[in-house]
């Protein structure tokens, strides 16, 4: 059977392109069907089904003849050789000679024969009867525990004590969730954010052991004051931090972070330092929120207008004098309300037509440059930079529009006649600018003036004198 070579091509660069858009999907199937007992770890299985269905490209790709591969296609093939090559890699990792070797080595010692189980047992450590069999022991840990949580809630938000308490009490996530009225969900995330605050505040393995608490906080300063004991602390300070917490607890949501700064600092911290000295605490809960930026009608009918122009955010935010965020905020708007099309990143985004211009521009072999130039004789409206109508090209190759060569850089730089390096000789002599050469010679790119001058300095064809 003869193949299309053009075809072969096209569905060869689909194939990779939809492969790096299947590295999640590979993840779920994977996790879906990789038993427990699996001899690889899932990084080694998400390597192997790669490497799997780069093996069999060509022949994934020889079957679609003179079709062209589809993603959903490419999908439900990729999805088989996963799911085989899930179950195939343990079998073939395990049927290898060294690895049986390993399973079922037998070790020669003084007292005979021993199996490796029976020396992995001889070097394991001998558990500590007095803890395992000691109940009243694990109570007492749990109950100090429980005492120094409490002590110290106020690193804790209100939900999250309150998770604490129920959790004392025995409470599994389930009946948690339900005393809250909320998602099992929101109480296992509430799990993990208790987990990362405590973790940093405490050492828990002193706390099991019975040993005084010294929160990390106090542990680092005093560590600081012992390597670093003249150096000037520059942060707010233990009283400092205090008097704070105190002032937004007894004036909740009144003052933003840059407001506390002006009133009680004078601006001697940055905004940063007062959020990190609120951090862990619940006053980091009552700042005011800076408020929003509210769009008026006509505003934002202006902003859609420009959106479905095609210009950017970044356009669009010099234009209106609004920030990159807000704007950014505003079209996500759009998008939710169907007004419009969601995309991937926040690039120029090219109507039909003039995709459909750059395409034929593209194939005649003008580069960015060149392209932008005449869009803009074409229709004065059209002003594309070259970098947007760069990432377009790059665009139309992965689709195998057009090839590497025809959206190349274009070599830019003069070609100077024995002429014209006569010429340049005698004005660099007479000490004249690389602009004005440029000029008298009619080369549009002075930087190629300069290169000029750098060859005729190595040749030893000017005066060299301290300019």
């Known amino acids: 059977m003869k193949i299309n070579k053009y075809f072969f091509n096209k569905n060869s660069k689909l194939f990779d392109q939809f492969l790096s858009y299947f590295q999640e999907d590979i993840k779920r199937i994977v996790g879906k069907f990789k038993k427990s007992f699996h001899h690889l770890s899932d990084e080694e299985v998400y390597s192997e089904c790669n490497i799997h269905l780069l093996k069999n490209k060509d022949k994934i790709v020889k079957s679609f003849g003179d079709k062209t591969l589809e993603e959903s296609e490419f999908k439900k093939i990729a999805y088989h050789y996963t799911k085989n090559e899930v179950v195939w890699s343990h079998y073939r990792y395990g049927n290898q000679s060294y690895v049986k070797r390993k399973r079922d080595g037998v070790v020669y010692t003084e007292d005979g024969e021993k199996s490796l189980f029976e020396i992995s047992l001889e070097t394991l450590g001998v558990d500590n009867p007095d803890i395992d069999d000691d109940k009243n022991f694990l109570n007492s840990s ?13 690193i804790l938000s209100e939900t999250e004590s309150k998770i604490l308490s129920f959790l004392e009490k025995g409470m599994n996530q389930d009946e948690m969730a339900e005393e809250l009225n909320v998602t099992r969900q929101a109480v296992s995330a509430s799990f993990i954010n208790i987990k990362e605050k405590l973790t940093n505040y405490f050492n828990f393995k002193n706390i099991l052991q019975g040993d005084s608490l010294v929160p990390a906080g106090k542990c680092m300063k005093a560590l600081n004051s012992v390597f670093e004991p003249d150096s000037n602390y520059n942060g707010i300070s233990e009283k400092e931090s205090d008097f704070l917490k105190d002032f937004v607890k007894k004036n909740p949501y009144q003052f933003t972070v840059e407001d506390l700064n002006i009133i009680l600092f004078s601006k001697r911290f940055t905004n940063q330092q007062i959020i990190n000295s609120l951090k862990g605490s619940r006053a980091s809960n009552l700042i005011k929120k800076k408020p929003c930026t509210v769009f008026s009608k006509s505003n934002s009918d202006k902003i859609l207008k420009m959106f479905k122009k095609g210009l950017s955010i970044q356009e669009i935010s010099e234009s209106t004098n609004f920030k990159k965020s807000s704007v950014l905020g505003l079209r996500s708007f759009f998008v939710k309300k169907g007004l419009l099309e969601k995309c991937e990143s926040n690039r120029r985004v090219f109507s039909q037509d003039i995709e459909e211009l750059i395409l034929t521009m593209a194939k ?3 580069n960015s440059v060149e392209i932008s130039k005449k869009l803009k004789i074409i229709n004065s409206n059209y002003n594309y930079s070259p970098k947007s109508i760069a990432v377009k090209l790059t665009h139309f190759t992965q689709l195998g529009l057009i090839t590497r060569r025809s959206i190349a850089r274009v070599n830019t730089r003069r070609m100077f006649s024995e002429k014209d390096r006569k010429i340049a000789i005698k004005l660099f002599n007479k000490d004249k600018t690389a602009q004005e050469i440029a000029e ?16 005729l300095s190595s040749q030893g064809l000017l005066n060299m004198k301290d300019k």
Not at 142 to 154: A, G, Q, R, S, W
């Open 440 to 455: 008298v010679l009619g080369c549009e790119n002075y930087r190629s003036v300069i290169s000029l001058k750098s060859n």
């Open 142 to 154: 749990i109950k100090n525990f429980f005492h120094i949580l409490k002590e110290y809630c106020y």
């Open 364 to 366: 005649e072999g003008l």
